[in-house]
T-cell receptor, first 115, second 112 residues
Framework: DTAVSQTPKYLVTQMGNDKSIKCEQNLGHDTMYWYKQDSKKFLKIMFSYNNKELIINETVPNRFSPKSPDKAHLNLHINSLELGDSAVYFC??????????????FGEGSWLTVV | SQQGEEDPQALSIQEGENATMNCSYKTSINNLQWYRQNSGRGLVHLILIRSNEREKHSGRLRVTLDTSKKSSSLLITASRAADTASYFCATGLSGSARQLTFGSGTQLTVLP
């Protein structure tokens, strides 16, 4: 049973194109995220949604637009792709506990290559 | 700048040996977590330690936290080839429990 699933796993596209990555979680979590992992494995948060509302928006170009139709889905749309967008994008989810500290559950990643 | 930084960046040991990885961070935290990433896969949560805890165990894993030094260590005892992966620390900041900040990881290679 896949907890956080994202598609596609691999995506090769040309500069200037627009692409989307879809994500769904079946854990009943209230918070979803998009992370970007660069070639040096540094993992940086891009966005966070709580119950369909944007709560974290790091300094990401506005070519990146997240969309959350419901709390189980958080899709990432990227316009006018650039070479520097090549990376692995991870969707994730979590449920904030009353005691503080939330474990994040990651998808398997989407490998985006812009040529 | 990164909140958590792992040290060393890469570690290679023989099967059966212990592996120790360190993490340093800059600001006050609510909790610190360690994650594992196998090659080509997503990150998997290993263990969480809260800021009022000093040590925690889970199977062959032992995590320590020193808030005065703003550092944590992850010890894997009796390592196995299957432990080969990247290990990341992630810090949950005080007042922002939903957001975790990750480092760039330690690549552990366990040789059979």
């Amino acid at each position: 049973d896949t907890a956080v699933s994202q598609t596609p796993k691999y995506l090769v596209t040309q500069m200037g194109n627009d692409k989307s990555i879809k994500c769904e979680q079946n854990l009943g979590h209230d918070t979803m995220y998009w992370y970007k992992q660069d070639s040096k494995k540094f993992l940086k948060i891009m966005f966070s949604y709580n119950n369909k509302e944007l709560i974290i928006n790091e300094t990401v170009p506005n070519r990146f637009s997240p969309k959350s139709p419901d709390k189980a889905h958080l899709n990432l749309h990227i316009n006018s792709l650039e070479l520097g967008d090549s990376a692995v994008y991870f969707c994730a989810s979590s449920q904030l506990t009353g005691t503080g500290g939330n474990t994040i559950y990651f998808g398997e990643g989407s490998w985006l290559t812009v040529v | 700048s990164q909140q958590g930084e792992e040290d060393p960046q890469a570690l290679s040991i023989q099967e059966g040996e212990n592996a120790t990885m360190n993490c340093s961070y800059k600001t006050s935290i609510n909790n610190l977590q360690w994650y594992r990433q196998n090659s080509g896969r997503g990150l998997v949560h290993l263990i969480l330690i809260r800021s009022n805890e000093r040590e925690k165990h889970s199977g062959r894993l032992r995590v320590t936290l020193d808030t005065s030094k703003k550092s944590s260590s992850l010890l894997i005892t009796a390592s196995r080839a299957a432990d080969t992966a990247s290990y990341f620390c992630a810090t949950g900041l005080s007042g922002s429990a939903r957001q975790l900040t990750f480092g760039s990881g330690t690549q552990l290679t366990v040789l059979p």
